[in-house]
C-alpha cells in the first residue's frame, strides 16, 4: 500500500515476513516506523478463525435442531464475493474489465 502526499508518503507492507506501516517525510528525507508486527500466522487478521468458529456452530446447532438462526450470508452469496475477487485479479493480470458470466 503506497499513499503520496504533498509532504510524504505512507507506506504499508504487508508480506509473509511480517507487517509494517512506514512514513517517508519528503522535506527531511527521514524514515519513521509507525507499526510494525512479525510474522502472524492468524490469515485475515483472525478473519479466519472467526469464520470457522460460526461455521462450526451452525453445523452444531442444526445438527442438534436448533436451527433457528439465519447465517450472515448464504453458500451462493459467498461463492459469489470469491468470483468477484477472482474476477478483480484477472483484470488486473489482463488490463481488462471481467464480466461476472465470464466468471460464472
Known amino acids: 500500500m503506497r499513499i503520496v502526499g ?3 508518503t505512507l ?8 507487517e509494517r506501516l512506514v ?13 510494525e508486527q512479525g510474522i502472524s500466522f492468524s490469515a485475515h487478521g483472525g478473519g479466519d478463525e ?8 451452525r453445523l452444531q446447532r442444526k445438527r442438534s435442531g436448533q436451527n433457528d438462526r439465519e447465517p450472515l450470508t448464504s453458500a451462493r452469496e459467498s461463492l459469489e464475493s470469491h468470483l468477484m475477487a ?5 483484470s488486473r493480470l489482463e488490463s481488462r474489465v471481467i464480466p461476472m458470466g465470464e466468471m460464472r
Not at 507506506?11 to 511480517?18: L, V
Not at 512514513?23 to 507499526?35: G, Q
Open 50 to 57: 472467526g469464520l470457522m468458529d460460526s461455521f462450526v456452530e
Open 23 to 35: 512514513y517517508y517525510d519528503h522535506r527531511t528525507l527521514a524514515e519513521h516506523l509507525l507499526w
Open 86 to 90: 477472482f474476477a478483480a485479479e484477472q
Open 11 to 18: 507506506m504499508g507492507e504487508f508480506t509473509y515476513a511480517g
Open 6 to 8: 504533498t509532504r510524504g
